[in-house]
């Protein structure tokens, strides 16, 4: 085998995207068996799916499978990655739906819910519950529907989460999300009262280099990656003011972290200093009010309000949108009341 110039150019979680570019001496192979030789724990299968779903590009061009592979070409690949070696078992745990076909399920995940089991949550999760939920269910060749994942919001994050029910509508949307081809709204309670209506953060956002849990802007542009983050004002509380913020790029605490570098971590986000009074009085009735607040929302005030993205298989654009949970909907009320007085 001759050596293959290889670049990993972005890592992920949920998906791998890896970039070729093909030696001149390279005779003119198939694309799946030129992958399938490249690539690292996968199967050929999985390489076909991904050229049914339009996630292998020639040159900037998709491809299909039997495609041969010219010197020079530069190949692109988006591959899900994986699936972990821990047995996920089934639990009967309620879940919200939003909407449910045979490509995709929609849910609004509860706050507290995390997405997939890994260390320290192995049980309780969405995922699992998706294992109960798809009990029943086969594709058309007989086999169980398994949640396949795209994308994740926090633990302590509300809202809307979008979940294949089969490999190419996985990669289809892997493909949507890792081109940022969508549109994702999130309602935030945010610290301060902002000087503007509406306005963009930009800033690349990476591991915060002491403490690895949370993340950090880089304004310099020469660290982490390129994030950008549009918000305006839905209504203003004098010491807090509910924002919507638009996803232009989809960064691990993207928002959290973006809101904290421009002055107004949200509301109870301990990670970020939310969670300590920033704005206000020293009033001990505005104190007690606060935590009250904290207290009835023992979170970060942010919820994935709505999604939209091409569906898989229909390829026409579908919107969806969701209610806010109690705990969100009732601290939002408190501060109308407080304010009024």
Known sequence: MQQID????????????????????????RIDKYLFNLIANTSRNKIQQAAKAGCILVNEKPE?????????????????????????LPEDIPLNISYEDEDIIIINKEPGMVVHPAFGNYTGTLVNALYHHFEGQTLPDGTPVTPLLVHRIDKNTS?????????VAQLKLAKVFFNHDLERKYWALAWGDFKEDEGTIEGNIGRHPKDRLCMTVFPEGDQGKHAVTHWKVLERFGYVTLVEC?????????????????????????????????????????????QNCFALMPRQALHAKSLGFVHPSTNKFVLFDSELPSDFAQVLEKWRGYVQH
């Open 6 to 29: 290889e670049e990993r150019e972005e890592k992920d979680e949920l998906y791998e995207h890896f970039r070729f570019t093909v030696d001149k001496g390279t005779d003119l192979l």
């Open 64 to 88: 299909k499978q039997n495609y041969r592979v010219h010197p020079l070409d530069v190949i692109s690949i988006l591959l899900p990655n994986p699936p972990r070696d821990t047995e996920i």
């Open 159 to 167: 809202g809307l989460i979008v979940v294949a029910k089969n490999e």
């Open 246 to 290: 638009q996803l232009e790029t989809g960064r691990t605490h993207q928002i959290r972290a973006h809101m904290q570098y421009i002055g107004h971590p949200l509301f109870n986000d301990a990670t970020y200093g939310g969670d300590q009074i920033l704005k206000g009085t020293t009033f001990t009735r505005y104190k007690q009010f606060v």
